[in-house]
């Protein structure tokens, strides 16, 4: 049997009630619809057999099916991506013009597609190129947690600049979730970008990333300050990264006029906060350590 609720159910029932009246911010009772976040992460998967054939998915690719396979995958992305736009744009517009714009984005977006994964195959190249514990890039396609978040932010950021809402970022998100790597829709991602490991990097809206880029774990590409809030939407806040840099593990760089010059190096746990010339390296001298010779080891 159930136990009984603590507290007196109707008083409770009524507090939840009117705490739905006070904060309405943060209710979406009475939306025709809604995004299916669900949906979302279920296109995602199918962008990654896509994009990736033979490596993903249930079904057997062979060649002499190629063009229905791709045909059959299209199809499904475009369904089920218009719905989610005609959702995601439904407040301000009218249910038709929300379809006629989800059907003119969608089009444009899946246009795309060919040039994002010319984009995905330079990123699997300088993945396997750049770290010497790969041993094929089978093992990359399969395993690497940065292939996996490279391919949502470089779909994401294709719908980031088609304006549509909250689908790029929920993507994102998505992504962030599962490999620990925290990129916005809004970066934008050179040729050959490697992420090596990866876990804690964070990488801002307005961040630009140059090509052949390479980044450790615990990266961040930040913002100054974030204090004014609203204000500074819109407002380049986060670092450019120009060509063939290398920020190795833990290094902060922030700010919007923050320029990482090409050829640059910024070692482990450097911070940043202005523009570094090209071909420089910026190095932590190492702390001080202490070594105390202790004779008895039962401390320890």
Do not use: W
């Not at 993903?56 to 992305?77: Q, T, V």
């Not at 989610?84 to 984005?105: D, H, K, Y």
């Not at 204090?227 to 760089?253: C, M």
């Not at 070692?267 to 202490?290: D, L, W």
């Amino acid at each position: 049997m159930p136990k009984k609720i603590a507290a007196d159910l109707p008083d409770l029932v009524g507090a939840m009630a009117a705490s739905y009246r006070e904060h309405k911010a943060i209710i979406n009772i009475e939306a025709v619809s809604q995004i299916n976040k669900d949906t979302i992460i279920e296109m995602i998967n199918t962008f990654q057999i896509l994009m990736f054939p033979g490596f993903f998915g249930k079904k057997r690719f062979k060649c002499s099916a190629m063009e229905y396979y791709i045909g059959e995958l299209l199809e499904d992305i475009s369904y089920h991506l218009q719905k989610q736009i005609v959702r995601a744009r439904r407040n301000g517009c009218s249910e038709e013009e929300a379809r006629r714009e989800a059907e003119t984005v969608t089009n444009e977006f899946l246009l795309r597609l060919p040039a994002i994964r010319a984009l995905l195959a330079t990123d699997v190249d300088a993945s396997f190129d750049g770290d010497p514990a790969a041993s094929n890039k089978e093992e990359i396609i399969l395993s690497y947690p940065s292939i996996y978040a490279i391919m949502v932010n470089r779909l994401a950021h294709e719908l980031y600049l088609l304006q549509v809402p909250l689908i790029p970022r929920l993507m994102t998100e998505h992504a962030h979730s599962l490999t620990g790597i925290d990129m916005h829709p809004g970066a934008a991602l050179g040729h050959h970008f490697f992420i090596d490991h990866g876990t804690g990097i964070v990488v801002g809206e307005t961040t630009v990333i140059g090509d052949y880029v390479k980044i450790y774990q615990g990266v961040t590409l930040g913002a100054l300050s974030t204090r004014g809030g609203q204000a500074l939407r819109h407002v380049k806040r986060h670092p450019t990264i120009e060509d063939k840099v290398t920020i190795y593990s833990g290094a902060s760089i922030f700010g919007g006029e923050t320029v990482i010059g090409e050829g640059s190096v910024i070692g482990s746990n450097a911070f940043i906060t202005r523009s570094v010339p090209p071909c420089t390296k910026v190095n932590i001298v190492n702390p001080e350590h202490r070594f105390i010779n202790e004779a008895d080891c039962a401390d320890f």
